[in-house]
């Protein structure tokens, strides 16, 4: 399978091996969610919740893109029109604070928007959603990171430490699956405390990177952005990471 279709399938989503969670899938056209909460805390309703809460959130974001196109295709900063949800605000917000265009930030504030959602019912939570994470627990976990045809794939992991808690990471790839990217990083990863945001950066950083040189140039931009605390970037067989960043092998 090559790793665009291993992406698109998402079949990196049966290497979920958190013993103490409870896993499910909510699916609604392209809003594609792999959600854990923690074993004791789940119930069959929680997905009739999480798809309520999507279509929701999807109805006030059509809604607005509907009055404001450019919205769904500027690939910078917008200033939103009066009365736009909040989730289009959250994503316009993102885009503003990384220098990108509001989408670039969808998969990471639906992830954020409907973990938030979820918190509210249970005592830990992660959703994921194409690779981009918000995570909110109180036991440590393990990343895995997935970069294409790198020797890296897999091979590698992030710890996650419970007090970092409630975070986003997210990826970007100029080489990996659908999503646009100017970029032609393996893989760049980004932490911090929003998720919209961090996965608004983890483009504009993944923009920058044609090849291992620019690693420090993508750094310097991500650093410069407040409420982001790591990055690390895979172009082939070059690894480079800044901030809180913890490698552990697999």
């Given at each position: ?62 809604a607005y893109i509907d009055v404001h196109p450019e919205f769904r295709s500027s690939l910078g900063p917008l200033d939103l029109l009066p009365g736009a949800p ?101 893989a760049v990863v980004v932490k911090g405390r929003s998720t919209a945001l961090v996965d608004a950066v983890a483009t504009g950083a993944a923009n920058r990177i ?41």
């Amino acid at each position: 399978m090559s790793s665009d279709n291993y992406y698109v399938v998402r079949s990196y989503r049966t290497l979920h091996a958190g013993s103490d969670l409870r896993y499910f899938r909510v699916r609604i056209r392209e809003t594609d969610l792999a959600i854990g909460v923690d074993n004791d805390s789940y119930s069959d309703n929680l997905m009739a919740l999480c798809e309520t809460e999507i279509r929701r959130l999807r109805s006030g974001l059509e809604a607005y893109i509907d009055v404001h196109p450019e919205f769904r295709s500027s690939l910078g900063p917008l200033d939103l029109l009066p009365g736009a949800p909040p989730i289009a605000v959250s994503m316009g917000q993102a885009g503003w604070q990384a220098g990108v265009g509001p989408m670039a930030a969808v998969a990471g504030a639906f992830a954020e928007a409907v973990g938030l959602t979820l918190r509210k019912k249970v005592r830990q939570v992660i959703v994921e959603n194409g690779g981009d994470i918000y995570m909110d627990s109180s036991s440590p976990r393990l990343v895995s990171i997935f970069a294409g045809h790198s020797s890296f794939s897999h091979r590698i992991a992030l710890r996650i430490h419970p007090d970092e808690s409630p975070f986003g990471i997210c990826t970007s790839s100029g080489t990996v699956g659908p999503s646009l990217s100017f970029g032609k990083a393996d893989a760049v990863v980004v932490k911090g405390r929003s998720t919209a945001l961090v996965d608004a950066v983890a483009t504009g950083a993944a923009n920058r990177i044609q090849t291992q040189e620019d690693f420090m140039t993508a750094f310097e931009y991500a650093q410069k952005i407040p409420g982001i605390t790591g990055i690390l970037a895979i172009a082939g067989e070059h690894l480079a990471a800044w901030g809180n960043i913890e490698l552990v092998p697999l």
